[in-house]
Nanobody, 125 residues
Framework: VQLQASGGGLVQAGGSLRLSCVASGRTFNTGTMAWFRRPPGKEREFVAA???????NYADSVRGRFTISRDNAKNTVYLQMNSLKPEDTADYYC????????????????????WGQGTLVTVSS
């Protein structure tokens, strides 16, 4: 199983980026897929998660600015990031599990079985 993340880059504050994460080797249509990030010098933190095709939840710091979505036909999860701030600068990682995680469990990275490589997002002020 592989998760391939892409879409990171350099953007000015207030700008937008869309991250993609394509899964191969296994489908996660009924499972949980998520985005985490690791800001420079900090611990990995939860960003957003989606279970199945309906249930989503977000970190307070990104709610209203970021949108997680998935295309099950393409086995892909996206993260649309709008109104970016310098504090959004981080390596972004996608995680996946075939489990239907409850909301609170989605924030725990240890509940994900598969991880993609990071994609760097840099937001300049």
């Amino acid at each position: 199983v592989q998760l391939q993340a892409s879409g990171g880059g350099l953007v000015q504050a207030g700008g937008s980026l869309r991250l993609s994460c394509v899964a191969s080797g296994r489908t996660f249509n009924t499972g949980t897929m998520a985005w985490f990030r690791r800001p420079p010098g900090k611990e990995r933190e939860f960003v957003a998660a989606t279970r199945g095709s309906i249930s989503t939840n977000y970190a307070d710091s990104v709610r209203g600015r970021f949108t997680i979505s998935r295309d099950n036909a393409k086995n892909t999860v996206y993260l649309q990031m709008n109104s970016l701030k310098p504090e959004d600068t981080a390596d972004y990682y996608c995680g996946a599990t075939t489990s239907n995680l409850i909301t609170s469990a989605r924030r725990n990275p240890s509940n994900y079985d598969y991880w993609g490589q990071g994609t760097l997002v840099t937001v300049s002020s």
